[in-house]
């Protein structure tokens, strides 16, 4: 109908607008709703995600770990299919309940001649941050507290999903 009405309003689509909208409403409503029944009782366990981050960020290294191998004379290409191998290898052992000895691999290959200190020097999780923490900071400081502070007195309701 846009066509042929010029983008004039019609009834056309009235009744279903009149039912769709309020609805739309109330199912973010309902999301929001069950989003804080789900993560009232969340618990974070520091040392579970230690040990996820110790198991991970070696892979997530990879790249910086051949920059810093090649930076020191190593071949790009044989340093990257050994970095594969001794991935897979890894991986492997990990997922056979084994700790990731990705770098250990690395560590005891002379063809990268990085030293245990330096690969976990270019583990540093906060080298992978950037900005982040800071830019967290200031997004809640400038725009979510002052927005929630209107509402600071029904910050405090539970919700009471029935299902």
Not at 6 to 17: F, G, I, K, V, Y
Not at 146 to 156: F, I
């Given at each position: 109908t846009m066509a042929t009405q010029?983008?004039?309003?019609?009834?056309?689509?009235?009744?279903?607008?009149r039912i769709a909208i309020p609805e739309a409403f109330f199912t973010a409503d309902a999301i929001l709703e069950l989003c804080m029944d789900v993560t009232s009782g969340?618990?974070?366990?520091?040392?579970?995600?230690?040990?996820?981050?110790?198991?991970e960020l070696p892979f997530m290294a990879a790249e910086e770990v051949m920059l810093q191998a090649v930076k020191k004379g190593g071949?790009?290409?044989?340093?990257?299919?050994?970095?594969?191998?001794?991935?897979?290898e890894?991986?492997?052992?990990?997922?056979?309940?084994?700790?990731?000895?990705?770098?250990?691999?690395?560590?005891s290959d002379p063809a990268f001649g990085l030293k245990k200190e330096e690969l976990e020097s270019i583990l540093d999780p906060r080298r992978f941050t950037g900005r982040a923490p800071q830019q967290v900071e200031e997004f809640l400081e400038e725009e979510?507290?002052?927005?929630?502070?209107?509402?600071?007195?029904?910050?405090?309701?539970?919700?009471?999903?029935?299902?």
């Open positions: 010029w983008m004039e309003r019609t009834l056309d689509d009235s009744a279903n607008r969340v618990v974070v366990y520091p040392k579970v995600m230690e040990k996820r981050l110790r198991e071949d790009r290409q044989d340093l990257h299919e050994r970095i594969r191998n001794y991935a897979m890894a991986a492997q052992a990990i997922k056979e309940g084994q700790d990731n000895p990705f770098l250990e691999m690395i560590a979510l507290y002052p927005a929630l502070e209107p509402y600071r007195d029904k910050l405090n309701l539970k919700s009471q999903v029935r299902v």
